[in-house]
Structure formats: C-alpha cells, structure tokens
C-alpha cells in the first residue's frame, strides 16, 4: 500500500505504509510482518523520511532527509527492533544491506552502527555483518564507514 502514488507508477514523493511502519517506535513486528506478507516490493523501493534524532537513532544524521529503504528505517528506530524482523527483511530483499542513495550513501549498516543502544542490538549487528560483510566498508557522505559510527559511542563493548 502507498500514501501519495498516482494511478500507475511511484513516484518520488511516496511512502508506502511499510515505510512508515518500520520508522514507527511503537509498531510491532507482527505488523510489519504482515505488511511484508501482504506485499514484499516496498522492501526495495527507497523513500525520503526526514530523520529526527528525537524519533529515531542516529544522532549524527539529525534533520538529514535520509532516503532509504523500510530496513534503513527499523535499524534507526529508537525501540523494537527484533532480529526475526530484521532476517525476514533481509531474506527477502538481502540488497538492502548494502543498498544507499547517492545523496548521503547512508546504508542500514550505517543506521545500525550509529544507533545509541547499538550495545543491546549485537544480535542483529552480528546478523547483518555476517550476512553481508562488505556493507562494512561502504562509506557515506563524509567519508565513514559504519564502523567509526560504532566507535564514537563511548559506552560501546
């Protein structure tokens, strides 16, 4: 489903309701998986979502339009983010790990690493690295890869 498509085709300003599940905090999984069930394809289609830190994890792309895909925006929510999601995404469209607009190259790596709990969430790093190790050396617009993201939390094991 998508909110602000026209009658055949997707354009630029659409978001479809997955999107917008996956950066809710409070929105369970099982929705997202349903979603998912009812129609994977918005998995590979990138959207523009302004990033808030106060809404969302990364702190270091605070008020940048992240363009991204639904798993861009679960690894940057604040709260419920479920591996079981995560390899459904992923086994589903396993290009999103290294997928990044040309704007911010931004990847899912990248929201992930940056997260402010990222200690609570080694599973799914864990998950992700090993799916896809090569994620780890895409840099963004400022030149980092995921991991100096990693490195700037002080409480990070």
Not at 2 to 23: F, I, K, M, R
Not at 69 to 87: G, M, S
Not at 115 to 121: K, M, R
């Amino acid at each position: 489903m998508q909110l602000g498509a026209e009658d055949g085709g997707t354009p630029a300003g659409t978001v479809y309701l997955l999107h917008a599940a996956c950066s809710n905090n409070g929105c369970p999984g099982s929705v997202i998986q349903l979603l998912i069930d009812q129609d994977s394809s918005p998995l590979s289609h990138m959207c523009h979502l302004i990033h808030d830190a106060v809404h969302g994890g990364c702190e270091h792309y605070e008020g940048v339009c992240i363009i991204g895909l639904p798993l861009h925006y679960y690894l940057l929510k604040k709260a419920n983010i479920e591996l079981e999601v995560v390899k459904i995404m992923v086994a589903a469209y396993p290009e999103a790990l290294r997928a990044a607009d040309n704007e911010t190259r931004y990847t899912p790596t990248h929201a992930l690493l940056c997260h402010p709990n990222v200690n609570i969430l080694y599973d799914v790093v864990q998950y992700i690295v090993e799916s896809d190790p090569s994620s780890l050396r895409i840099v963004d617009r400022y030149d980092r890869i995921p991991l100096v993201l990693a490195c700037k939390h002080e409480d990070i094991s």
